[in-house]
Every structure is written in C-alpha cells, then in structure tokens.
C-alpha cells in the first residue's frame, strides 16, 4: 500500500501536486480535491480512543498512531488517516479523528497508491506507480486487463463514498 500525502507512515510516497482533471465522459470532469475542500483544523490531536477495539489491532496500531500524533490532521480537516502495509495482498487504513479521538475503520484495504489532502474530503486510489509502469509498456502481461480501476471517494459521516471510477488503461501517457 502506498500512502501519499501524509508523513511517517508504511510506504510513504509523496505526491505532486495534481494535473489537469482528467474526463469520466465529454462532459463530467474527474473530482478534484479543491472540489471537496474543509477547514482544517489546528492544535494537539486528542489521543486514540480504544472503545471496541481488539487487543490485537490496538497493539498493531498503536506506535502508528502514536508517531502522528504529534502531525496533527493529514486528511479531511480534523482526521489522521493511517495505514500499514501487511503483504503484498494490501493493506489496512485507519482514520483517526483528531478532535474526539475516535478510531474507525473504513474496510478499505488497497493495493494502490493513495492521494489525499489534509484540506479535502476526497481520496484517490490508484494502481499503484509501480504496477502503472508495469502494464505500460507494449507487451503487457494479460493481468493488466483485470479491470483496474481509479477510483475516487468522498469522507463524510457515514464513511467514505464512491463518487467516481475511472478503467486504469494501460499506455495511458498520463504522468500523473
């Protein structure tokens, strides 16, 4: 899993600031993260709250929480999103809400690059820069085509929610 956007977490890749909107169709450009801004918010993170937590995951989590703390929100206006890396089969996001303390767990779990903005709502999961320069190039392999896809998601209260999703397409050009 690559993060961007945020510092000190499991494989962190940093992004550049984003091009050109890209198009869903002639007429709906992609989402931008200016699209979706909030004020963030400033001063210390109130500290994790474990209520309904297992032992398990408070143990696997809390010297990622305890390092970004001190950061102060990366995602949303007030949250802390997290993540680590378990296996090459993905990885786990926590968001962390800096004012209440409150962990939740969204369920995603990707195998993508992430793009986020600590003044915005939206989050882009990508394939990951890697597997993009892997399916590019002319003779790529058939797992390319398993429909790949770049998606985008909008937080809110209830979690996050897909509000686009675009086929990844091998030879693309797009430099991102």
Not at 36 to 45: E, K, M
Not at 93 to 118: E, M, S
């Amino acid at each position: 899993m690559f993060l961007r956007g945020s510092a000190g977490l499991v494989a962190l890749v940093l992004a550049a600031a984003p091009g050109p909107a890209r198009l869903l169709s002639q007429q709906r450009p992609l989402p931008r993260f200016a699209d979706y801004r909030v004020a963030v918010s400033v001063g210390p993170s109130h500290p994790p709250v474990w209520d309904g937590v297992s032992s398990a995951d408070s143990a696997d989590w809390a010297d990622i929480i305890q390092d970004s703390l001190g950061h102060g929100p990366n995602f949303a206006g007030h949250f802390l999103l997290l993540g680590r890396s378990e296996s090459l089969a993905g990885g786990e996001l926590l968001v962390l809400d800096a004012t209440t303390g409150k962990l939740l767990f969204p369920g995603l779990n990707p195998l993508v690059a992430i793009d986020y903005r600590p003044w915005s709502t939206l989050l882009i999961m990508d394939p990951a820069d890697q597997l993009r320069q892997y399916c590019d190039s002319p003779s790529h392999p058939p797992e390319c085509e398993l429909g790949l896809t770049t998606d985008y998601l909008v937080w809110g209260p209830e979690g996050f929610t897909e509000i686009a999703s675009v086929p990844f397409q091998p030879h693309s050009g797009d430099s991102r």
